[in-house]
C-alpha cells in the first residue's frame, strides 16, 4: 500500500472510537496502512489487553497485524477523550448499536454519548465520522447535536462511512474492501475522507459518495438483501422437506442461473450473530416509524424463516433420537454463529443446544473458540474441551457451526466414539456418502432421510455473511 502523504501534507491523525470487533480491527489496520491512531474506549480492561498486543476477540490474523501496528509506534490506546480531541484529525466512531432492550429498534446510547464526549472537547477543525449501523436520519441528528454542544459550532463536521466487515474475514475487508462509502456534506469532508483512505483508493477501490442518508441506508441494505437470499433458500428447504425434493440440488441448479447466482444461497441452520438480525429488526421498525413498513413487511418473515430453522433442527435431531429427547445425549458441534468467530450473539447453534436441553437432552456442547462466551451466555450447558470428549457416548452428533475441524472429521473416528452413529448436518458441510456408507444415520434440513450427496459449487460453500461488529 502506499503513504498516506498527499501533496507533502502531513498525513492526518486518526483516532478511533470505541475497540471492539469493528473499532480495534479498524484501528489496527488505520495504523497498518501508515497513519499515527489513537484507539479509544471507556473500558480499560479492552485498552489494556490491546496495549499488551492482546485481542479480547477471536478473529484470524488481527493478534499478529495488532503486533505489528504497535511495534511500529503508530498505534496506541486510552481512555481519555481529552487526548482523543488533541490529537485527532479524522475521528472514527465504532460503538455497538445493539437491538434495544424494549423493541426491535437500535440502541443508539453509545454512539450518542460518543459523539457528545468528542463533540464538547474539539476546539479546533476536524471531521467526526460514524461507523456504526444506524437507522436512516441518525446521521443529521447527531450532525445538529454535535454542531449544538460544540465549541466550533457549524465548523464541526459530520460524515458516515459505513463498514462492511466479515468475521473471520475482517482485516482482509478492511484492507482490501469491496467498496468504500462516503457520506458526506461538504467537499471537504469528502477530501478528509479521501485523505485517509488514500491507500485504498490507490488500489482503485470504487468510491461512492453519497448524501448522509444514503450513506446510511447501504449497510442495512445490504445486510437485508443478504438476509433475505439466505432465507429464500431455506424456505425452500421446508418445501423440500414438505414435498422429498433435495434442496441442495435445487441450490445448485438455482446458482447457475447468472440473475441469481449461488453466493449465499446456501441452506442450513440460517443467519445469526451482531449483526444481520438485530440490523434487519431495526431496518423494519425505523421504516415503520418514517410511514413506509409496508415496503419492507417482508423482512419479519426473512426474520421468522430464520428462527424456524433453529426449532426445524430440534425436530430432526429428535427423529432421529426416536422421538423423544428425554436422556439423549446430544454432541452439540459449535456454539459460534459462524466459524473463525468466537461470537455467540443470536448464534443458531447455541439456540438449538438450549432447546435441546429444555426438552431434557443431556447437551455437551464444544467450540474450538467459543466455549467461554457461550459459558457465559447460557451456564447451565455443559462444555467440553474437544470434539473427542463431545462426541463421546452420544446418540446423536448435531453439527452446527460448520469448522473446518468438523467438516473434515473422520466418520470411522467419530462412529467408534458414539454410542449410535446418528448424525444431524445442521450446515450443509458434510458428504453424506461418506456417513451413510460407514454406516450412520444421516439427516440434512431440507433434504430427504435418504438422499444422496451431491457437490456443491464451491461459491455455495462461502461462509454465512456477518458484516459487522
Request: aromatic fraction near 8%; include cysteine.
Amino acid at each position: 500500500m502506499s503513504t498516506p502523504l498527499q501533496n507533502h501534507e502531513p498525513a492526518p491523525k486518526v483516532t478511533v472510537i470505541g475497540t471492539g470487533y469493528l473499532g480495534a480491527t479498524h484501528a489496527v489496520c488505520m495504523a497498518i496502512m501508515g497513519f499515527d491512531v489513537l484507539g479509544v474506549d471507556v473500558d480499560q480492561r479492552k485498552i489494556d489487553l490491546l496495549s499488551s498486543g492482546r485481542v479480547p476477540f477471536f478473529e484470524p490474523g488481527l493478534p499478529e497485524k495488532l503486533e505489528e501496528a504497535l511495534a511500529s509506534g503508530r498505534l496506541r490506546f486510552s481512555t481519555d477523550f481529552d487526548e482523543a480531541a488533541a490529537f485527532g484529525d479524522v475521528h472514527f466512531v465504532c460503538v455497538g448499536t445493539p437491538q434495544a432492550a424494549d423493541s426491535s429498534a437500535a440502541d443508539l446510547t453509545y454512539v450518542d454519548a460518543a459523539f457528545t464526549a468528542l463533540a464538547t472537547r474539539i476546539d479546533r477543525k476536524a471531521l467526526l465520522v460514524g461507523k456504526s449501523t444506524v437507522p436512516i436520519g441518525t446521521a443529521a441528528r447527531i450532525t445538529a447535536m454535535v454542531q449544538s454542544v460544540s465549541p466550533l459550532g457549524e465548523e464541526l463536521e459530520l460524515a458516515w462511512n459505513p463498514e462492511f466487515l466479515r468475521e473471520g474475514f475482517a482485516v482482509q475487508d478492511t484492507l482490501f474492501p469491496d467498496r468504500l462509502v462516503f457520506g458526506v456534506s461538504s467537499p471537504w469532508a469528502e477530501q478528509q475522507l479521501r485523505r485517509v483512505f488514500a491507500p485504498i483508493l490507490d488500489l482503485d477501490t470504487p468510491a461512492i459518495v453519497a448524501d448522509l442518508a444514503t450513506s446510511e441506508l447501504v449497510k442495512v441494505a445490504a445486510n437485508s438483501f443478504l438476509a433475505t437470499k439466505i432465507s429464500f433458500i431455506n424456505a425452500m428447504a421446508e418445501v423440500c422437506e414438505a414435498t422429498g425434493a433435495d434442496v441442495n440440488h435445487l441450490a445448485k441448479a438455482l446458482s447457475l442461473d447468472d440473475r441469481i447466482g449461488g453466493r449465499f444461497l446456501k441452506p442450513g441452520l440460517g443467519f445469526g450473530g451482531g449483526c444481520l438480525p438485530k440490523d434487519i429488526r431495526a431496518f423494519k421498525y425505523r421504516a415503520e416509524e418514517l410511514g413506509v413498513g409496508q415496503a419492507v413487511s417482508f423482512l419479519g418473515e426473512v426474520d421468522s424463516i430464520n428462527n424456524r430453522r433453529r426449532v426445524r433442527t430440534v425436530d430432526l435431531i429428535r427423529e432421529l433420537a426416536g422421538g423423544d429427547l428425554a436422556g439423549v445425549r446430544v454432541a452439540a458441534l459449535g456454539a459460534a454463529f459462524k466459524p473463525n468467530s468466537d461470537d455467540v450473539r443470536d448464534a443458531p447453534a447455541l439456540d438449538v443446544a438450549r432447546l435441546l436441553y429444555l426438552e431434557g437432552a443431556i447437551v455437551s456442547v464444544y467450540d474450538p473458540e467459543a466455549n467461554a462466551n457461550a459459558h457465559r451466555a447460557y451456564p447451565d450447558l455443559n462444555y467440553v474441551e474437544s470434539m473427542a470428549e463431545a462426541v463421546e457416548q452420544a446418540d446423536v452428533v448435531a453439527l452446527l457451526t460448520e469448522w473446518a475441524e468438523f467438516r473434515n472429521a473422520d466418520p470411522d473416528t467419530l462412529g467408534a466414539l458414539v454410542n449410535h452413529r446418528r448424525i444431524l448436518d445442521g450446515r450443509h458441510a458434510l458428504n453424506a456418502n461418506d456417513y451413510t456408507s460407514k454406516g450412520w444415520q444421516y439427516r440434512a434440513l431440507g433434504r430427504p432421510a435418504q438422499a444422496a450427496t451431491v457437490e456443491l459449487a464451491s461459491d455455495l460453500r462461502d461462509e454465512t455473511p456477518t458484516l459487522a461488529v
